[in-house]
């Protein structure tokens, strides 16, 4: 194991955390077309997102820690699994995402960060995860393939942001015992 992984502490979400993961996803909002979100959040406007992602079952969130830094600068990035529609018959399937602070891109944590939540859902009841992304995002596509998504389509100039019209790409991949 390098000594990079030795610093960084792959954990579930806290409360303590809002603060820092609500100016990573600012960062995002703000500068990037990643996300479709328009207006930067407040915490307490995140505060239900984060309590919508309990410790256990298929909606997870988890969070890289530098565990050398205290505060809110020791939050590197985290992932999520999310409800991919909110249709019953969907509920065994997911929508993934990763975020990495500004400083930490580039870095292997997003790749940490999906390999704690594969292993973290690995005895839930989930059959396919899947993912937007926002296009071009060679680093993201790039992830993704690397954890086995397969491309299934795009959603062409589906959302508009800083003037411009943006494509989804989606990718999907398989969970559960066959996967």
Request: proline share 6%; hydrophobic share 35%; glycine share 8%.
């Amino acid at each position: 194991m390098s000594e990079f992984h030795t610093e960084v502490q792959v954990r579930p979400g806290e409360e303590g955390d809002l603060v820092a993961l609500t100016d990573i996803y600012n960062h995002y909002v703000r500068e990037t077309a990643l996300t479709f979100d328009t207006a930067p959040f407040t915490p307490e406007q995140r505060l239900p997102w984060l309590v919508s992602h309990p410790e256990d079952g298929p909606h997870r969130l988890l969070v890289a820690q530098d565990v050398r830094i205290v505060g809110p600068a020791s939050v590197l990035g985290y992932a999520t699994s999310s409800a991919f529609r909110p249709k019953a018959a969907y509920g065994t399937s997911v929508e993934v995402s990763v975020y990495c602070a500004p400083s930490a891109t580039g870095r292997g944590i997003g790749t940490l960060l999906y390999k704690s939540l594969f292993e973290a859902l690995t005895d839930e009841d989930l059959h396919r995860a899947y993912a937007g992304i926002t296009q071009p995002n060679d680093a993201s596509v790039r992830l993704h393939e690397r954890f086995g998504f397969r491309h299934v389509g795009t959603y062409s100039e589906v959302g508009r942001k800083f003037g411009t019209y943006w494509d989804v790409a989606w990718y999907e991949k398989r969970l559960g015992p066959e996967a």
